[in-house]
């Protein structure tokens, strides 16, 4: 006899489902047996979802997780169609054109745009995850998707002769984040609908970086140093389904062993 499928039934949304990450969570939910509702403000990279997956169990919606009311909209619609929805996944990665510098390059105008887009949009889908479970008395998974940098110091010297680094506000996001997910199951511990949230932190993800970057990244690593989104999605898909059903309010590390 097979084993049961961990999400079997299940209908998840994934905000930010067309990116590298979240379009490698769509597939692994889908094969756990689960249905998704795939939110992105890129139209055109959702369509390549449905044109790999089909329409059957996936929902293509383009909304940007910054405007409330088509949030709560989606919500409902997703429910409409397949029914209770069980659990999200945030994995959007706002930022504006002028993210990505070395400390003091960073002015305020970006420090403030770059977290209120993406601390303040996981807030948003925070809050209208939990208005929804409140409101229908449903059980909830939540995931939010974090980084090792939420809460370790950086490693700058793994990026030194690169035009990369590890921006600012990411740390100031990321940690935001993972705390605000702290914050939301004390608040709604004790109401009656069983809603729970988690962070998984990726280490960094594979995506044609330099060779000299990677090299000295997999220094600190257990075996295989950067990683592919598929290293991390088993461990959301763990935390959507009933097998994690205890675990609340927790941040899991998936990075090769480079934070240790
Ligand atoms: N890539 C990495 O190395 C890495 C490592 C650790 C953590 N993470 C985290 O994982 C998550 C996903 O990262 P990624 O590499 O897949 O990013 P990505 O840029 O490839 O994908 C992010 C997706 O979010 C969408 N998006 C942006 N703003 C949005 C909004 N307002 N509303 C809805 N969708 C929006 C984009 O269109 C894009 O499809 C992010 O939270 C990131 O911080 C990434």
New binding site residues.
């Given amino acids: 006899m097979n084993a049961p499928l961990l999400l079997q039934g299940k209908t998840i949304v994934v905000?930010?489902?067309?990116?590298?990450?979240?379009r490698v969570i769509v597939g692994a939910v889908l094969s756990a047996g689960g249905r998704v509702v795939a939110?992105?403000?890129?139209a055109a990279?959702l369509k390549a979802l449905t044109d790999i997956h089909g329409t059957a169990s996936l929902e293509c919606v383009s909304?940007?997780?910054?405007d409330r009311a088509s949030l709560d909209r989606t919500l409902v619609d997703a429910h409409n169609r397949f029914g209770a929805v069980e659990g999200a996944v945030n994995?959007?990665?706002?930022r504006n054109a002028r993210y990505g510098r070395h400390f003091f390059d960073v002015k305020y105008t970006d420090f403030c745009e770059n977290t209120s887009?993406h601390m303040g949009?996981y807030f948003l889908f925070m809050q209208a995850c939990a208005r929804y479970a409140l409101e229908l008395e449903q059980p909830f998974s939540l995931v939010n998707?974090?980084?090792?940098y939420g809460s370790m110091a950086p490693r700058f010297d793994v990026y030194a002769g690169t035009a990369m680094t590890m921006p600012v506000e990411?740390a100031a996001i990321?940690a935001g984040i993972e705390h605000m997910t702290r914050y939301l199951n004390a608040y709604m511990k004790g109401r009656s609908c069983g809603f729970r949230a988690n962070c998984v932190?990726?280490?960094?993800?594979l995506?044609g970086q330099d060779e000299q970057f990677l090299g000295r990244y997999g220094e600190h690593c257990l075996s295989k140093g950067m990683l592919d989104?598929s290293d991390v999605s088993g461990t959301i898909v763990f935390l959507l389904s009933e097998a994690a059903r205890h675990v609340v309010g927790q941040n899991i590390i998936v990075d090769d062993g480079f934070s240790v």
């Fill in positions: 905000v930010g489902a067309a990116g590298r990450i979240g939110l992105d403000t890129d990279s909304v940007d997780m910054a994995t959007a990665y706002p887009l949009g998707l974090s980084s090792i990411y990321k932190s990726p280490g960094g993800i995506a989104a």
